[in-house]
């Protein structure tokens, strides 16, 4: 059974540029959170994903987008990159929207850097 | 979401056992504890969680007051493989599935 996979796993990109990145959820799972982690500090909420619809989001601008297809798996879009945005990139997958108390499993995150 | 408070940092050595001790004072009736692990390069993974008292399973327990304003994971017999950031989160059951990240715990675990 395959746990979450993200694609790819190292991206190297310029200020100004856009990126997309990709996620496939737990084999069973149909909801989709994404995060951001710099360096040092801990994970923060980006979006969620459930039903093709973005349910939740976090303190992100606008220029962070997303979404989730038939088959569950994700994309996150970066547009107008900024050297601030250089960060591990998670995704996370559960079962709908239950909440904390259902556990929620991450992928190995995509490593961005933005020169 | 209730917010959290962890160590920075702990060091350990091998065989013994840890115990990482997390402050939650405003906690809501309704919020969960939910402790992961996080390897460098890697996504967080989860351990353990609990609603009230103890809390055990293959990995480590848990150990939540009567007053649930803290916790404590509990890892035993640690190795060098135990190295690695360890998050507490609280969260609402009914607030979806987003977690709330604080800087988490540093565990360095030495021969």
């Known amino acids: 059974d395959a746990g979450v996979t993200q694609s790819p796993t190292h991206l190297i990109k310029t200020r100004g540029q856009q990126v997309t990145l990709r996620c496939s959820p737990k084999?069973?799972?149909?909801?989709v959170s994404w995060y951001q982690q710099a360096l040092g500090q801990g994970p923060q909420f980006i979006f969620q994903y459930y039903e093709e619809e973005e349910r939740q989001r976090g303190n992100f601008p606008d220029r962070f987008s997303g979404h989730q297809f038939p088959n569950y798996s994700s994309e996150l879009n970066v547009n107008a990159l900024l050297l601030g945005d250089s960060a591990l990139y998670l995704c996370?997958?559960?079962?709908?929207?239950?909440?904390?108390?259902?556990?929620?499993?991450f992928g190995p995150g995509t490593r961005l850097l933005v020169l | 979401l209730a917010k959290t408070t962890q160590p920075i940092s702990m060091d350990s050595y091998e065989g013994q056992e840890v115990n990482i001790t997390c402050s939650h004072n405003n906690i809501a009736t309704n919020d969960y504890i939910t402790w992961y692990q996080q390897f460098p390069s890697q996504g967080p993974r989860f351990i353990i969680q609990g609603y009230k008292t103890k809390v055990t399973n293959e990995v480590a327990s848990l150990f939540i007051p009567a007053d649930r304003k803290s916790s404590t994971l509990s890892l035993p017999r640690v190795s060098l493989s135990d190295t690695a950031v360890y998050y507490c989160?609280?969260?609402?059951?009914?607030?979806?599935?987003?977690?709330?990240f604080g800087t988490g715990t540093q565990l360095k675990v030495e021969l």
């Open positions: 989160l609280v969260g609402d059951p009914g607030g979806g599935n987003k977690l709330t």
């Open positions: 996370a997958s559960s079962r709908g929207l239950a909440g904390v108390q259902e556990t929620q499993y």
């Open positions: 084999s069973g799972h149909d909801t």
